[in-house]
């Protein structure tokens, strides 16, 4: 299979990295010509551009940092869509907009999957990341030898759509647990407590998390660095909202995520890293919260291996 890959920023250029390692015949295209450089220098071919890559190609992903890019993009394709061709959306995005860009690759004889990733940049750069697919069972099965060069942990969560609505979700869940540990930290340090004896308090406990076992980490050893920023955050709490807001839930806890992060991105920048969230406390408090022994960036030590489909126990 040809594939294409479009936006090789921070998720997307680890994600291109993997299909290049495991032998995939790989065309890339950036609006960073500096980007796809370097992926040709390891490689891959140049895509020259979308629709290039779309007739030139049996399969194009997408990985790019906003819905209105993803639209671009696909707009640009859509007149090289024929019989046989698949758009894969690795983009965190809204969910009716991938339905709406879908039909129109449908409508020209193509496929389409909603296929985002979790589990943070040090995994995407291993294929060691989990990926959500959104697509009917016989698509899925074309694209899973591709998937699982990708990702370790793989599952087909039914209708195109479904699994950006589940993206924004955990990426919501992932935000209240970095702000949760922040206040956590904080209070921590102030009442005197060792703070590297603090994270594997907090480790081996019914308080831990993915996010406290990397994100943590990078607080405390000062780095602040996750390879994730704040403007990337408030697109997908954003997003989280829409849909309950749409759904007519009355959140009361999201809003208030949204607000501080709104004043993080005030302090710190636009796309300031989600990490620096603690400074906000550390600003109030006078405190630093630092320990020695962690790293300033995190590594994926797991094995690398060929990914799997995930079976949900309660269909198994």
Not at 113 to 130: E, K, L, Y
Not at 138 to 143: I, K, M
Request: proline share 3%; net charge negative.
């Amino acid at each position: 299979m040809k594939v294409g890959f479009i936006g090789l920023g921070n998720v997307g250029g680890k994600l291109s990295g993997s299909l290049l390692r495991n032998g995939v015949d790989l065309s890339v295209y950036d609006l960073d010509e500096e980007l796809v450089r370097a992926k040709v220098a390891g490689g891959a071919r140049d895509g020259g551009s979308p629709a290039d890559m779309m007739r030139d190609c049996d399969a194009v992903i997408t990985c790019l940092p906003s819905p209105a890019a993803s639209a671009a993009v696909v707009e640009a394709m859509l007149p090289e869509v024929a019989e046989g061709k698949i758009w894969l959306e690795m983009s965190t995005t809204d969910a009716s907009e991938i339905k709406r860009l879908a039909a129109l690759v449908q409508d020209a004889g193509g496929a389409a999957v909603d296929c985002p990733v979790s589990g943070g940049c040090h995994r995407a750069d291993t294929g060691n990341i989990s990926i959500y697919a959104g697509c009917d069972r016989a698509t899925f099965d074309r694209v899973l030898p591709l998937l699982t060069h990708m990702g370790r942990r793989v599952l087909h969560v039914g209708d195109l759509g479904n699994a950006s609505v589940l993206k924004v979700m955990t990426n919501y869940l992932a935000t209240a647990n970095l702000l949760t540990l922040c206040e956590a930290l904080t209070v921590m340090k102030a009442q005197g407590m060792d703070m590297g004896m603090t994270y594997e308090a907090i480790a081996m406990s019914s308080g831990t998390s993915f996010v406290h076992e990397t994100e943590s980490q990078l607080i405390l050893s000062g780095s602040r660095d996750v390879n994730f920023t704040m403007d990337l955050i408030q697109k997908d709490i954003g997003l989280f909202q829409k849909l309950a807001d749409d759904a007519g839930v009355p959140l009361e806890i999201s809003p208030m995520i949204i607000d501080l992060m709104s004043d993080g991105q005030k302090r710190y920048g636009e796309r300031a890293q989600s990490d620096r969230m603690i400074e906000r406390l550390e600003e109030a408090t006078g405190l630093k919260v630092l320990a020695d022994g962690f790293p300033q960036e995190l590594i994926d030590d797991e094995p690398e291996e060929r990914g799997y489909e995930v079976k949900p126990k309660r269909l198994m």
